[in-house]
């Protein structure tokens, strides 16, 4: 079964910093690959999604995210953060097959400081 | 642009009721999930749906819990006899064929909460 780790639980950049948050996942063949964005009392937004191809992924929002196989990582970046990006991000995995469920992992609070 | 929509935001109910949770997923979609979030927790996979059955579901998608399109455009989770442990904020999701299965997008949410 696949499984997602973001070993960050917590995480404070000032505004204008840049940011890494980091996502690892296990699963045999080749997955699916996502990041969603949960600002407080919301729903999730899909911020950006590697199915195959060029493994750097642009996104909404200026963020992007790179899947390197090697490492089993899909780790999403944004080279300057605002403060409105605040919030949880959740990096989730899909796999092949029919109505596919995703798999998401325990999530990142980001705090942005002024 | 097309979203999910959800209704209720908010569901109180008592210990035992039988709760109906909406949802009306993005017109041309063709898949069909809903998941939880525990106050705290990660987002789980309940259950999906595709050409009026269940996909697959979950080891909490127990028989408390039914899913249902009824007409063309709702889907809905039947919680038939609630317990306070399915406290959780509710999403449902579609996808389809034209933004490729995967691309799940999420509705914002129902509260439920069982006292």
């Known amino acids: 079964a696949q499984s997602v780790t973001q070993p960050d639980i917590h995480i404070t950049v000032s505004e204008g910093a840049s940011l890494e948050l980091r996502c690892n996942y296990s699963y045999g063949a080749t997955p699916y690959l996502f990041w969603y964005v949960q600002s407080p009392g919301q729903g999730l937004q899909l911020l950006l999604k590697y199915f195959s191809g060029d493994t750097l992924v642009q996104g909404i929002k200026g963020f992007e995210a790179e899947f390197k196989r090697s490492q089993s990582s899909f780790n999403l970046r944004k080279p300057s953060v605002h403060w409105s990006d605040a919030a949880e991000y959740f990096c989730?995995?899909?796999?092949?097959?029919?109505?596919?469920?995703?798999?998401f992992g325990t999530g990142t609070r980001l705090q942005v400081t002024l | 642009e097309p979203e999910v929509t959800q209704t209720p935001s908010h569901q109180v109910t008592q210990m035992g009721q039988e709760v109906i949770l909406r949802c009306v997923p993005i017109?041309?979609?063709?898949?069909f999930y809903w998941y939880r979030q525990i106050l705290g927790q990660k987002v789980e996979f309940l259950v999906s749906?595709?050409?009026?059955?269940?996909?697959?579901k979950s080891e909490i998608f127990d028989d408390q819990f039914s899913v249902e399109r009824p007409d063309g455009s709702n889907f809905t989770l039947k919680i038939r006899s609630t317990k306070l442990e399915d406290s959780a904020m509710y999403f449902c999701?579609?996808?389809?064929?034209?933004?490729?299965?995967?691309?799940?997008?999420f509705g914002p949410g129902t509260r439920l909460t069982v006292t």
């Open positions: 017109s041309n979609h063709l898949y």
């Open positions: 989730a995995v899909g796999v092949d097959g029919t109505a596919s469920k995703l798999t």
């Open positions: 749906f595709y050409n009026n059955e269940i996909s697959e």
């Open positions: 999701a579609s996808s389809g064929i034209a933004g490729g299965r995967y691309e799940q997008y």
